[in-house]
């Protein structure tokens, strides 16, 4: 289950563009406090960046690490299906 929360708030944020909270929970349905369980831990290791008005969006690297890791899925994905 903390899987899937977790990559249901990725997924908002993988656009790299800011996201209020609000927007989050609106969009994953997972509620409040655990979205500030997961915001605080991408913070404390600094894979989100924090604009002014309190929105999040996932910094740089964060951002390239998870679309290499997509790219690795869809050859390894590729590889199988014409193996």
Do not use: C, P
């Not at 990725?10 to 655990?34: F, K, P, V």
Request: aromatic share 8%.
């Amino acid at each position: 289950m903390e899987s899937q929360t977790i990559d249901r708030f990725l997924g908002i944020l993988r656009d790299g563009n800011y996201h209020s909270l609000a927007e989050i929970i609106d969009q994953t349905q997972i509620n409040e406090r655990r979205i500030r369980i997961v915001v605080a831990f991408l913070q404390k290791f600094r894979f989100i960046e924090t604009a002014r008005r309190g929105q999040i969006r996932l910094n740089t690297v964060t951002k390239k690490f998870l679309d290499k890791l997509d790219e690795t899925d869809q050859e390894s994905h590729y590889e199988e299906i014409t193996a």
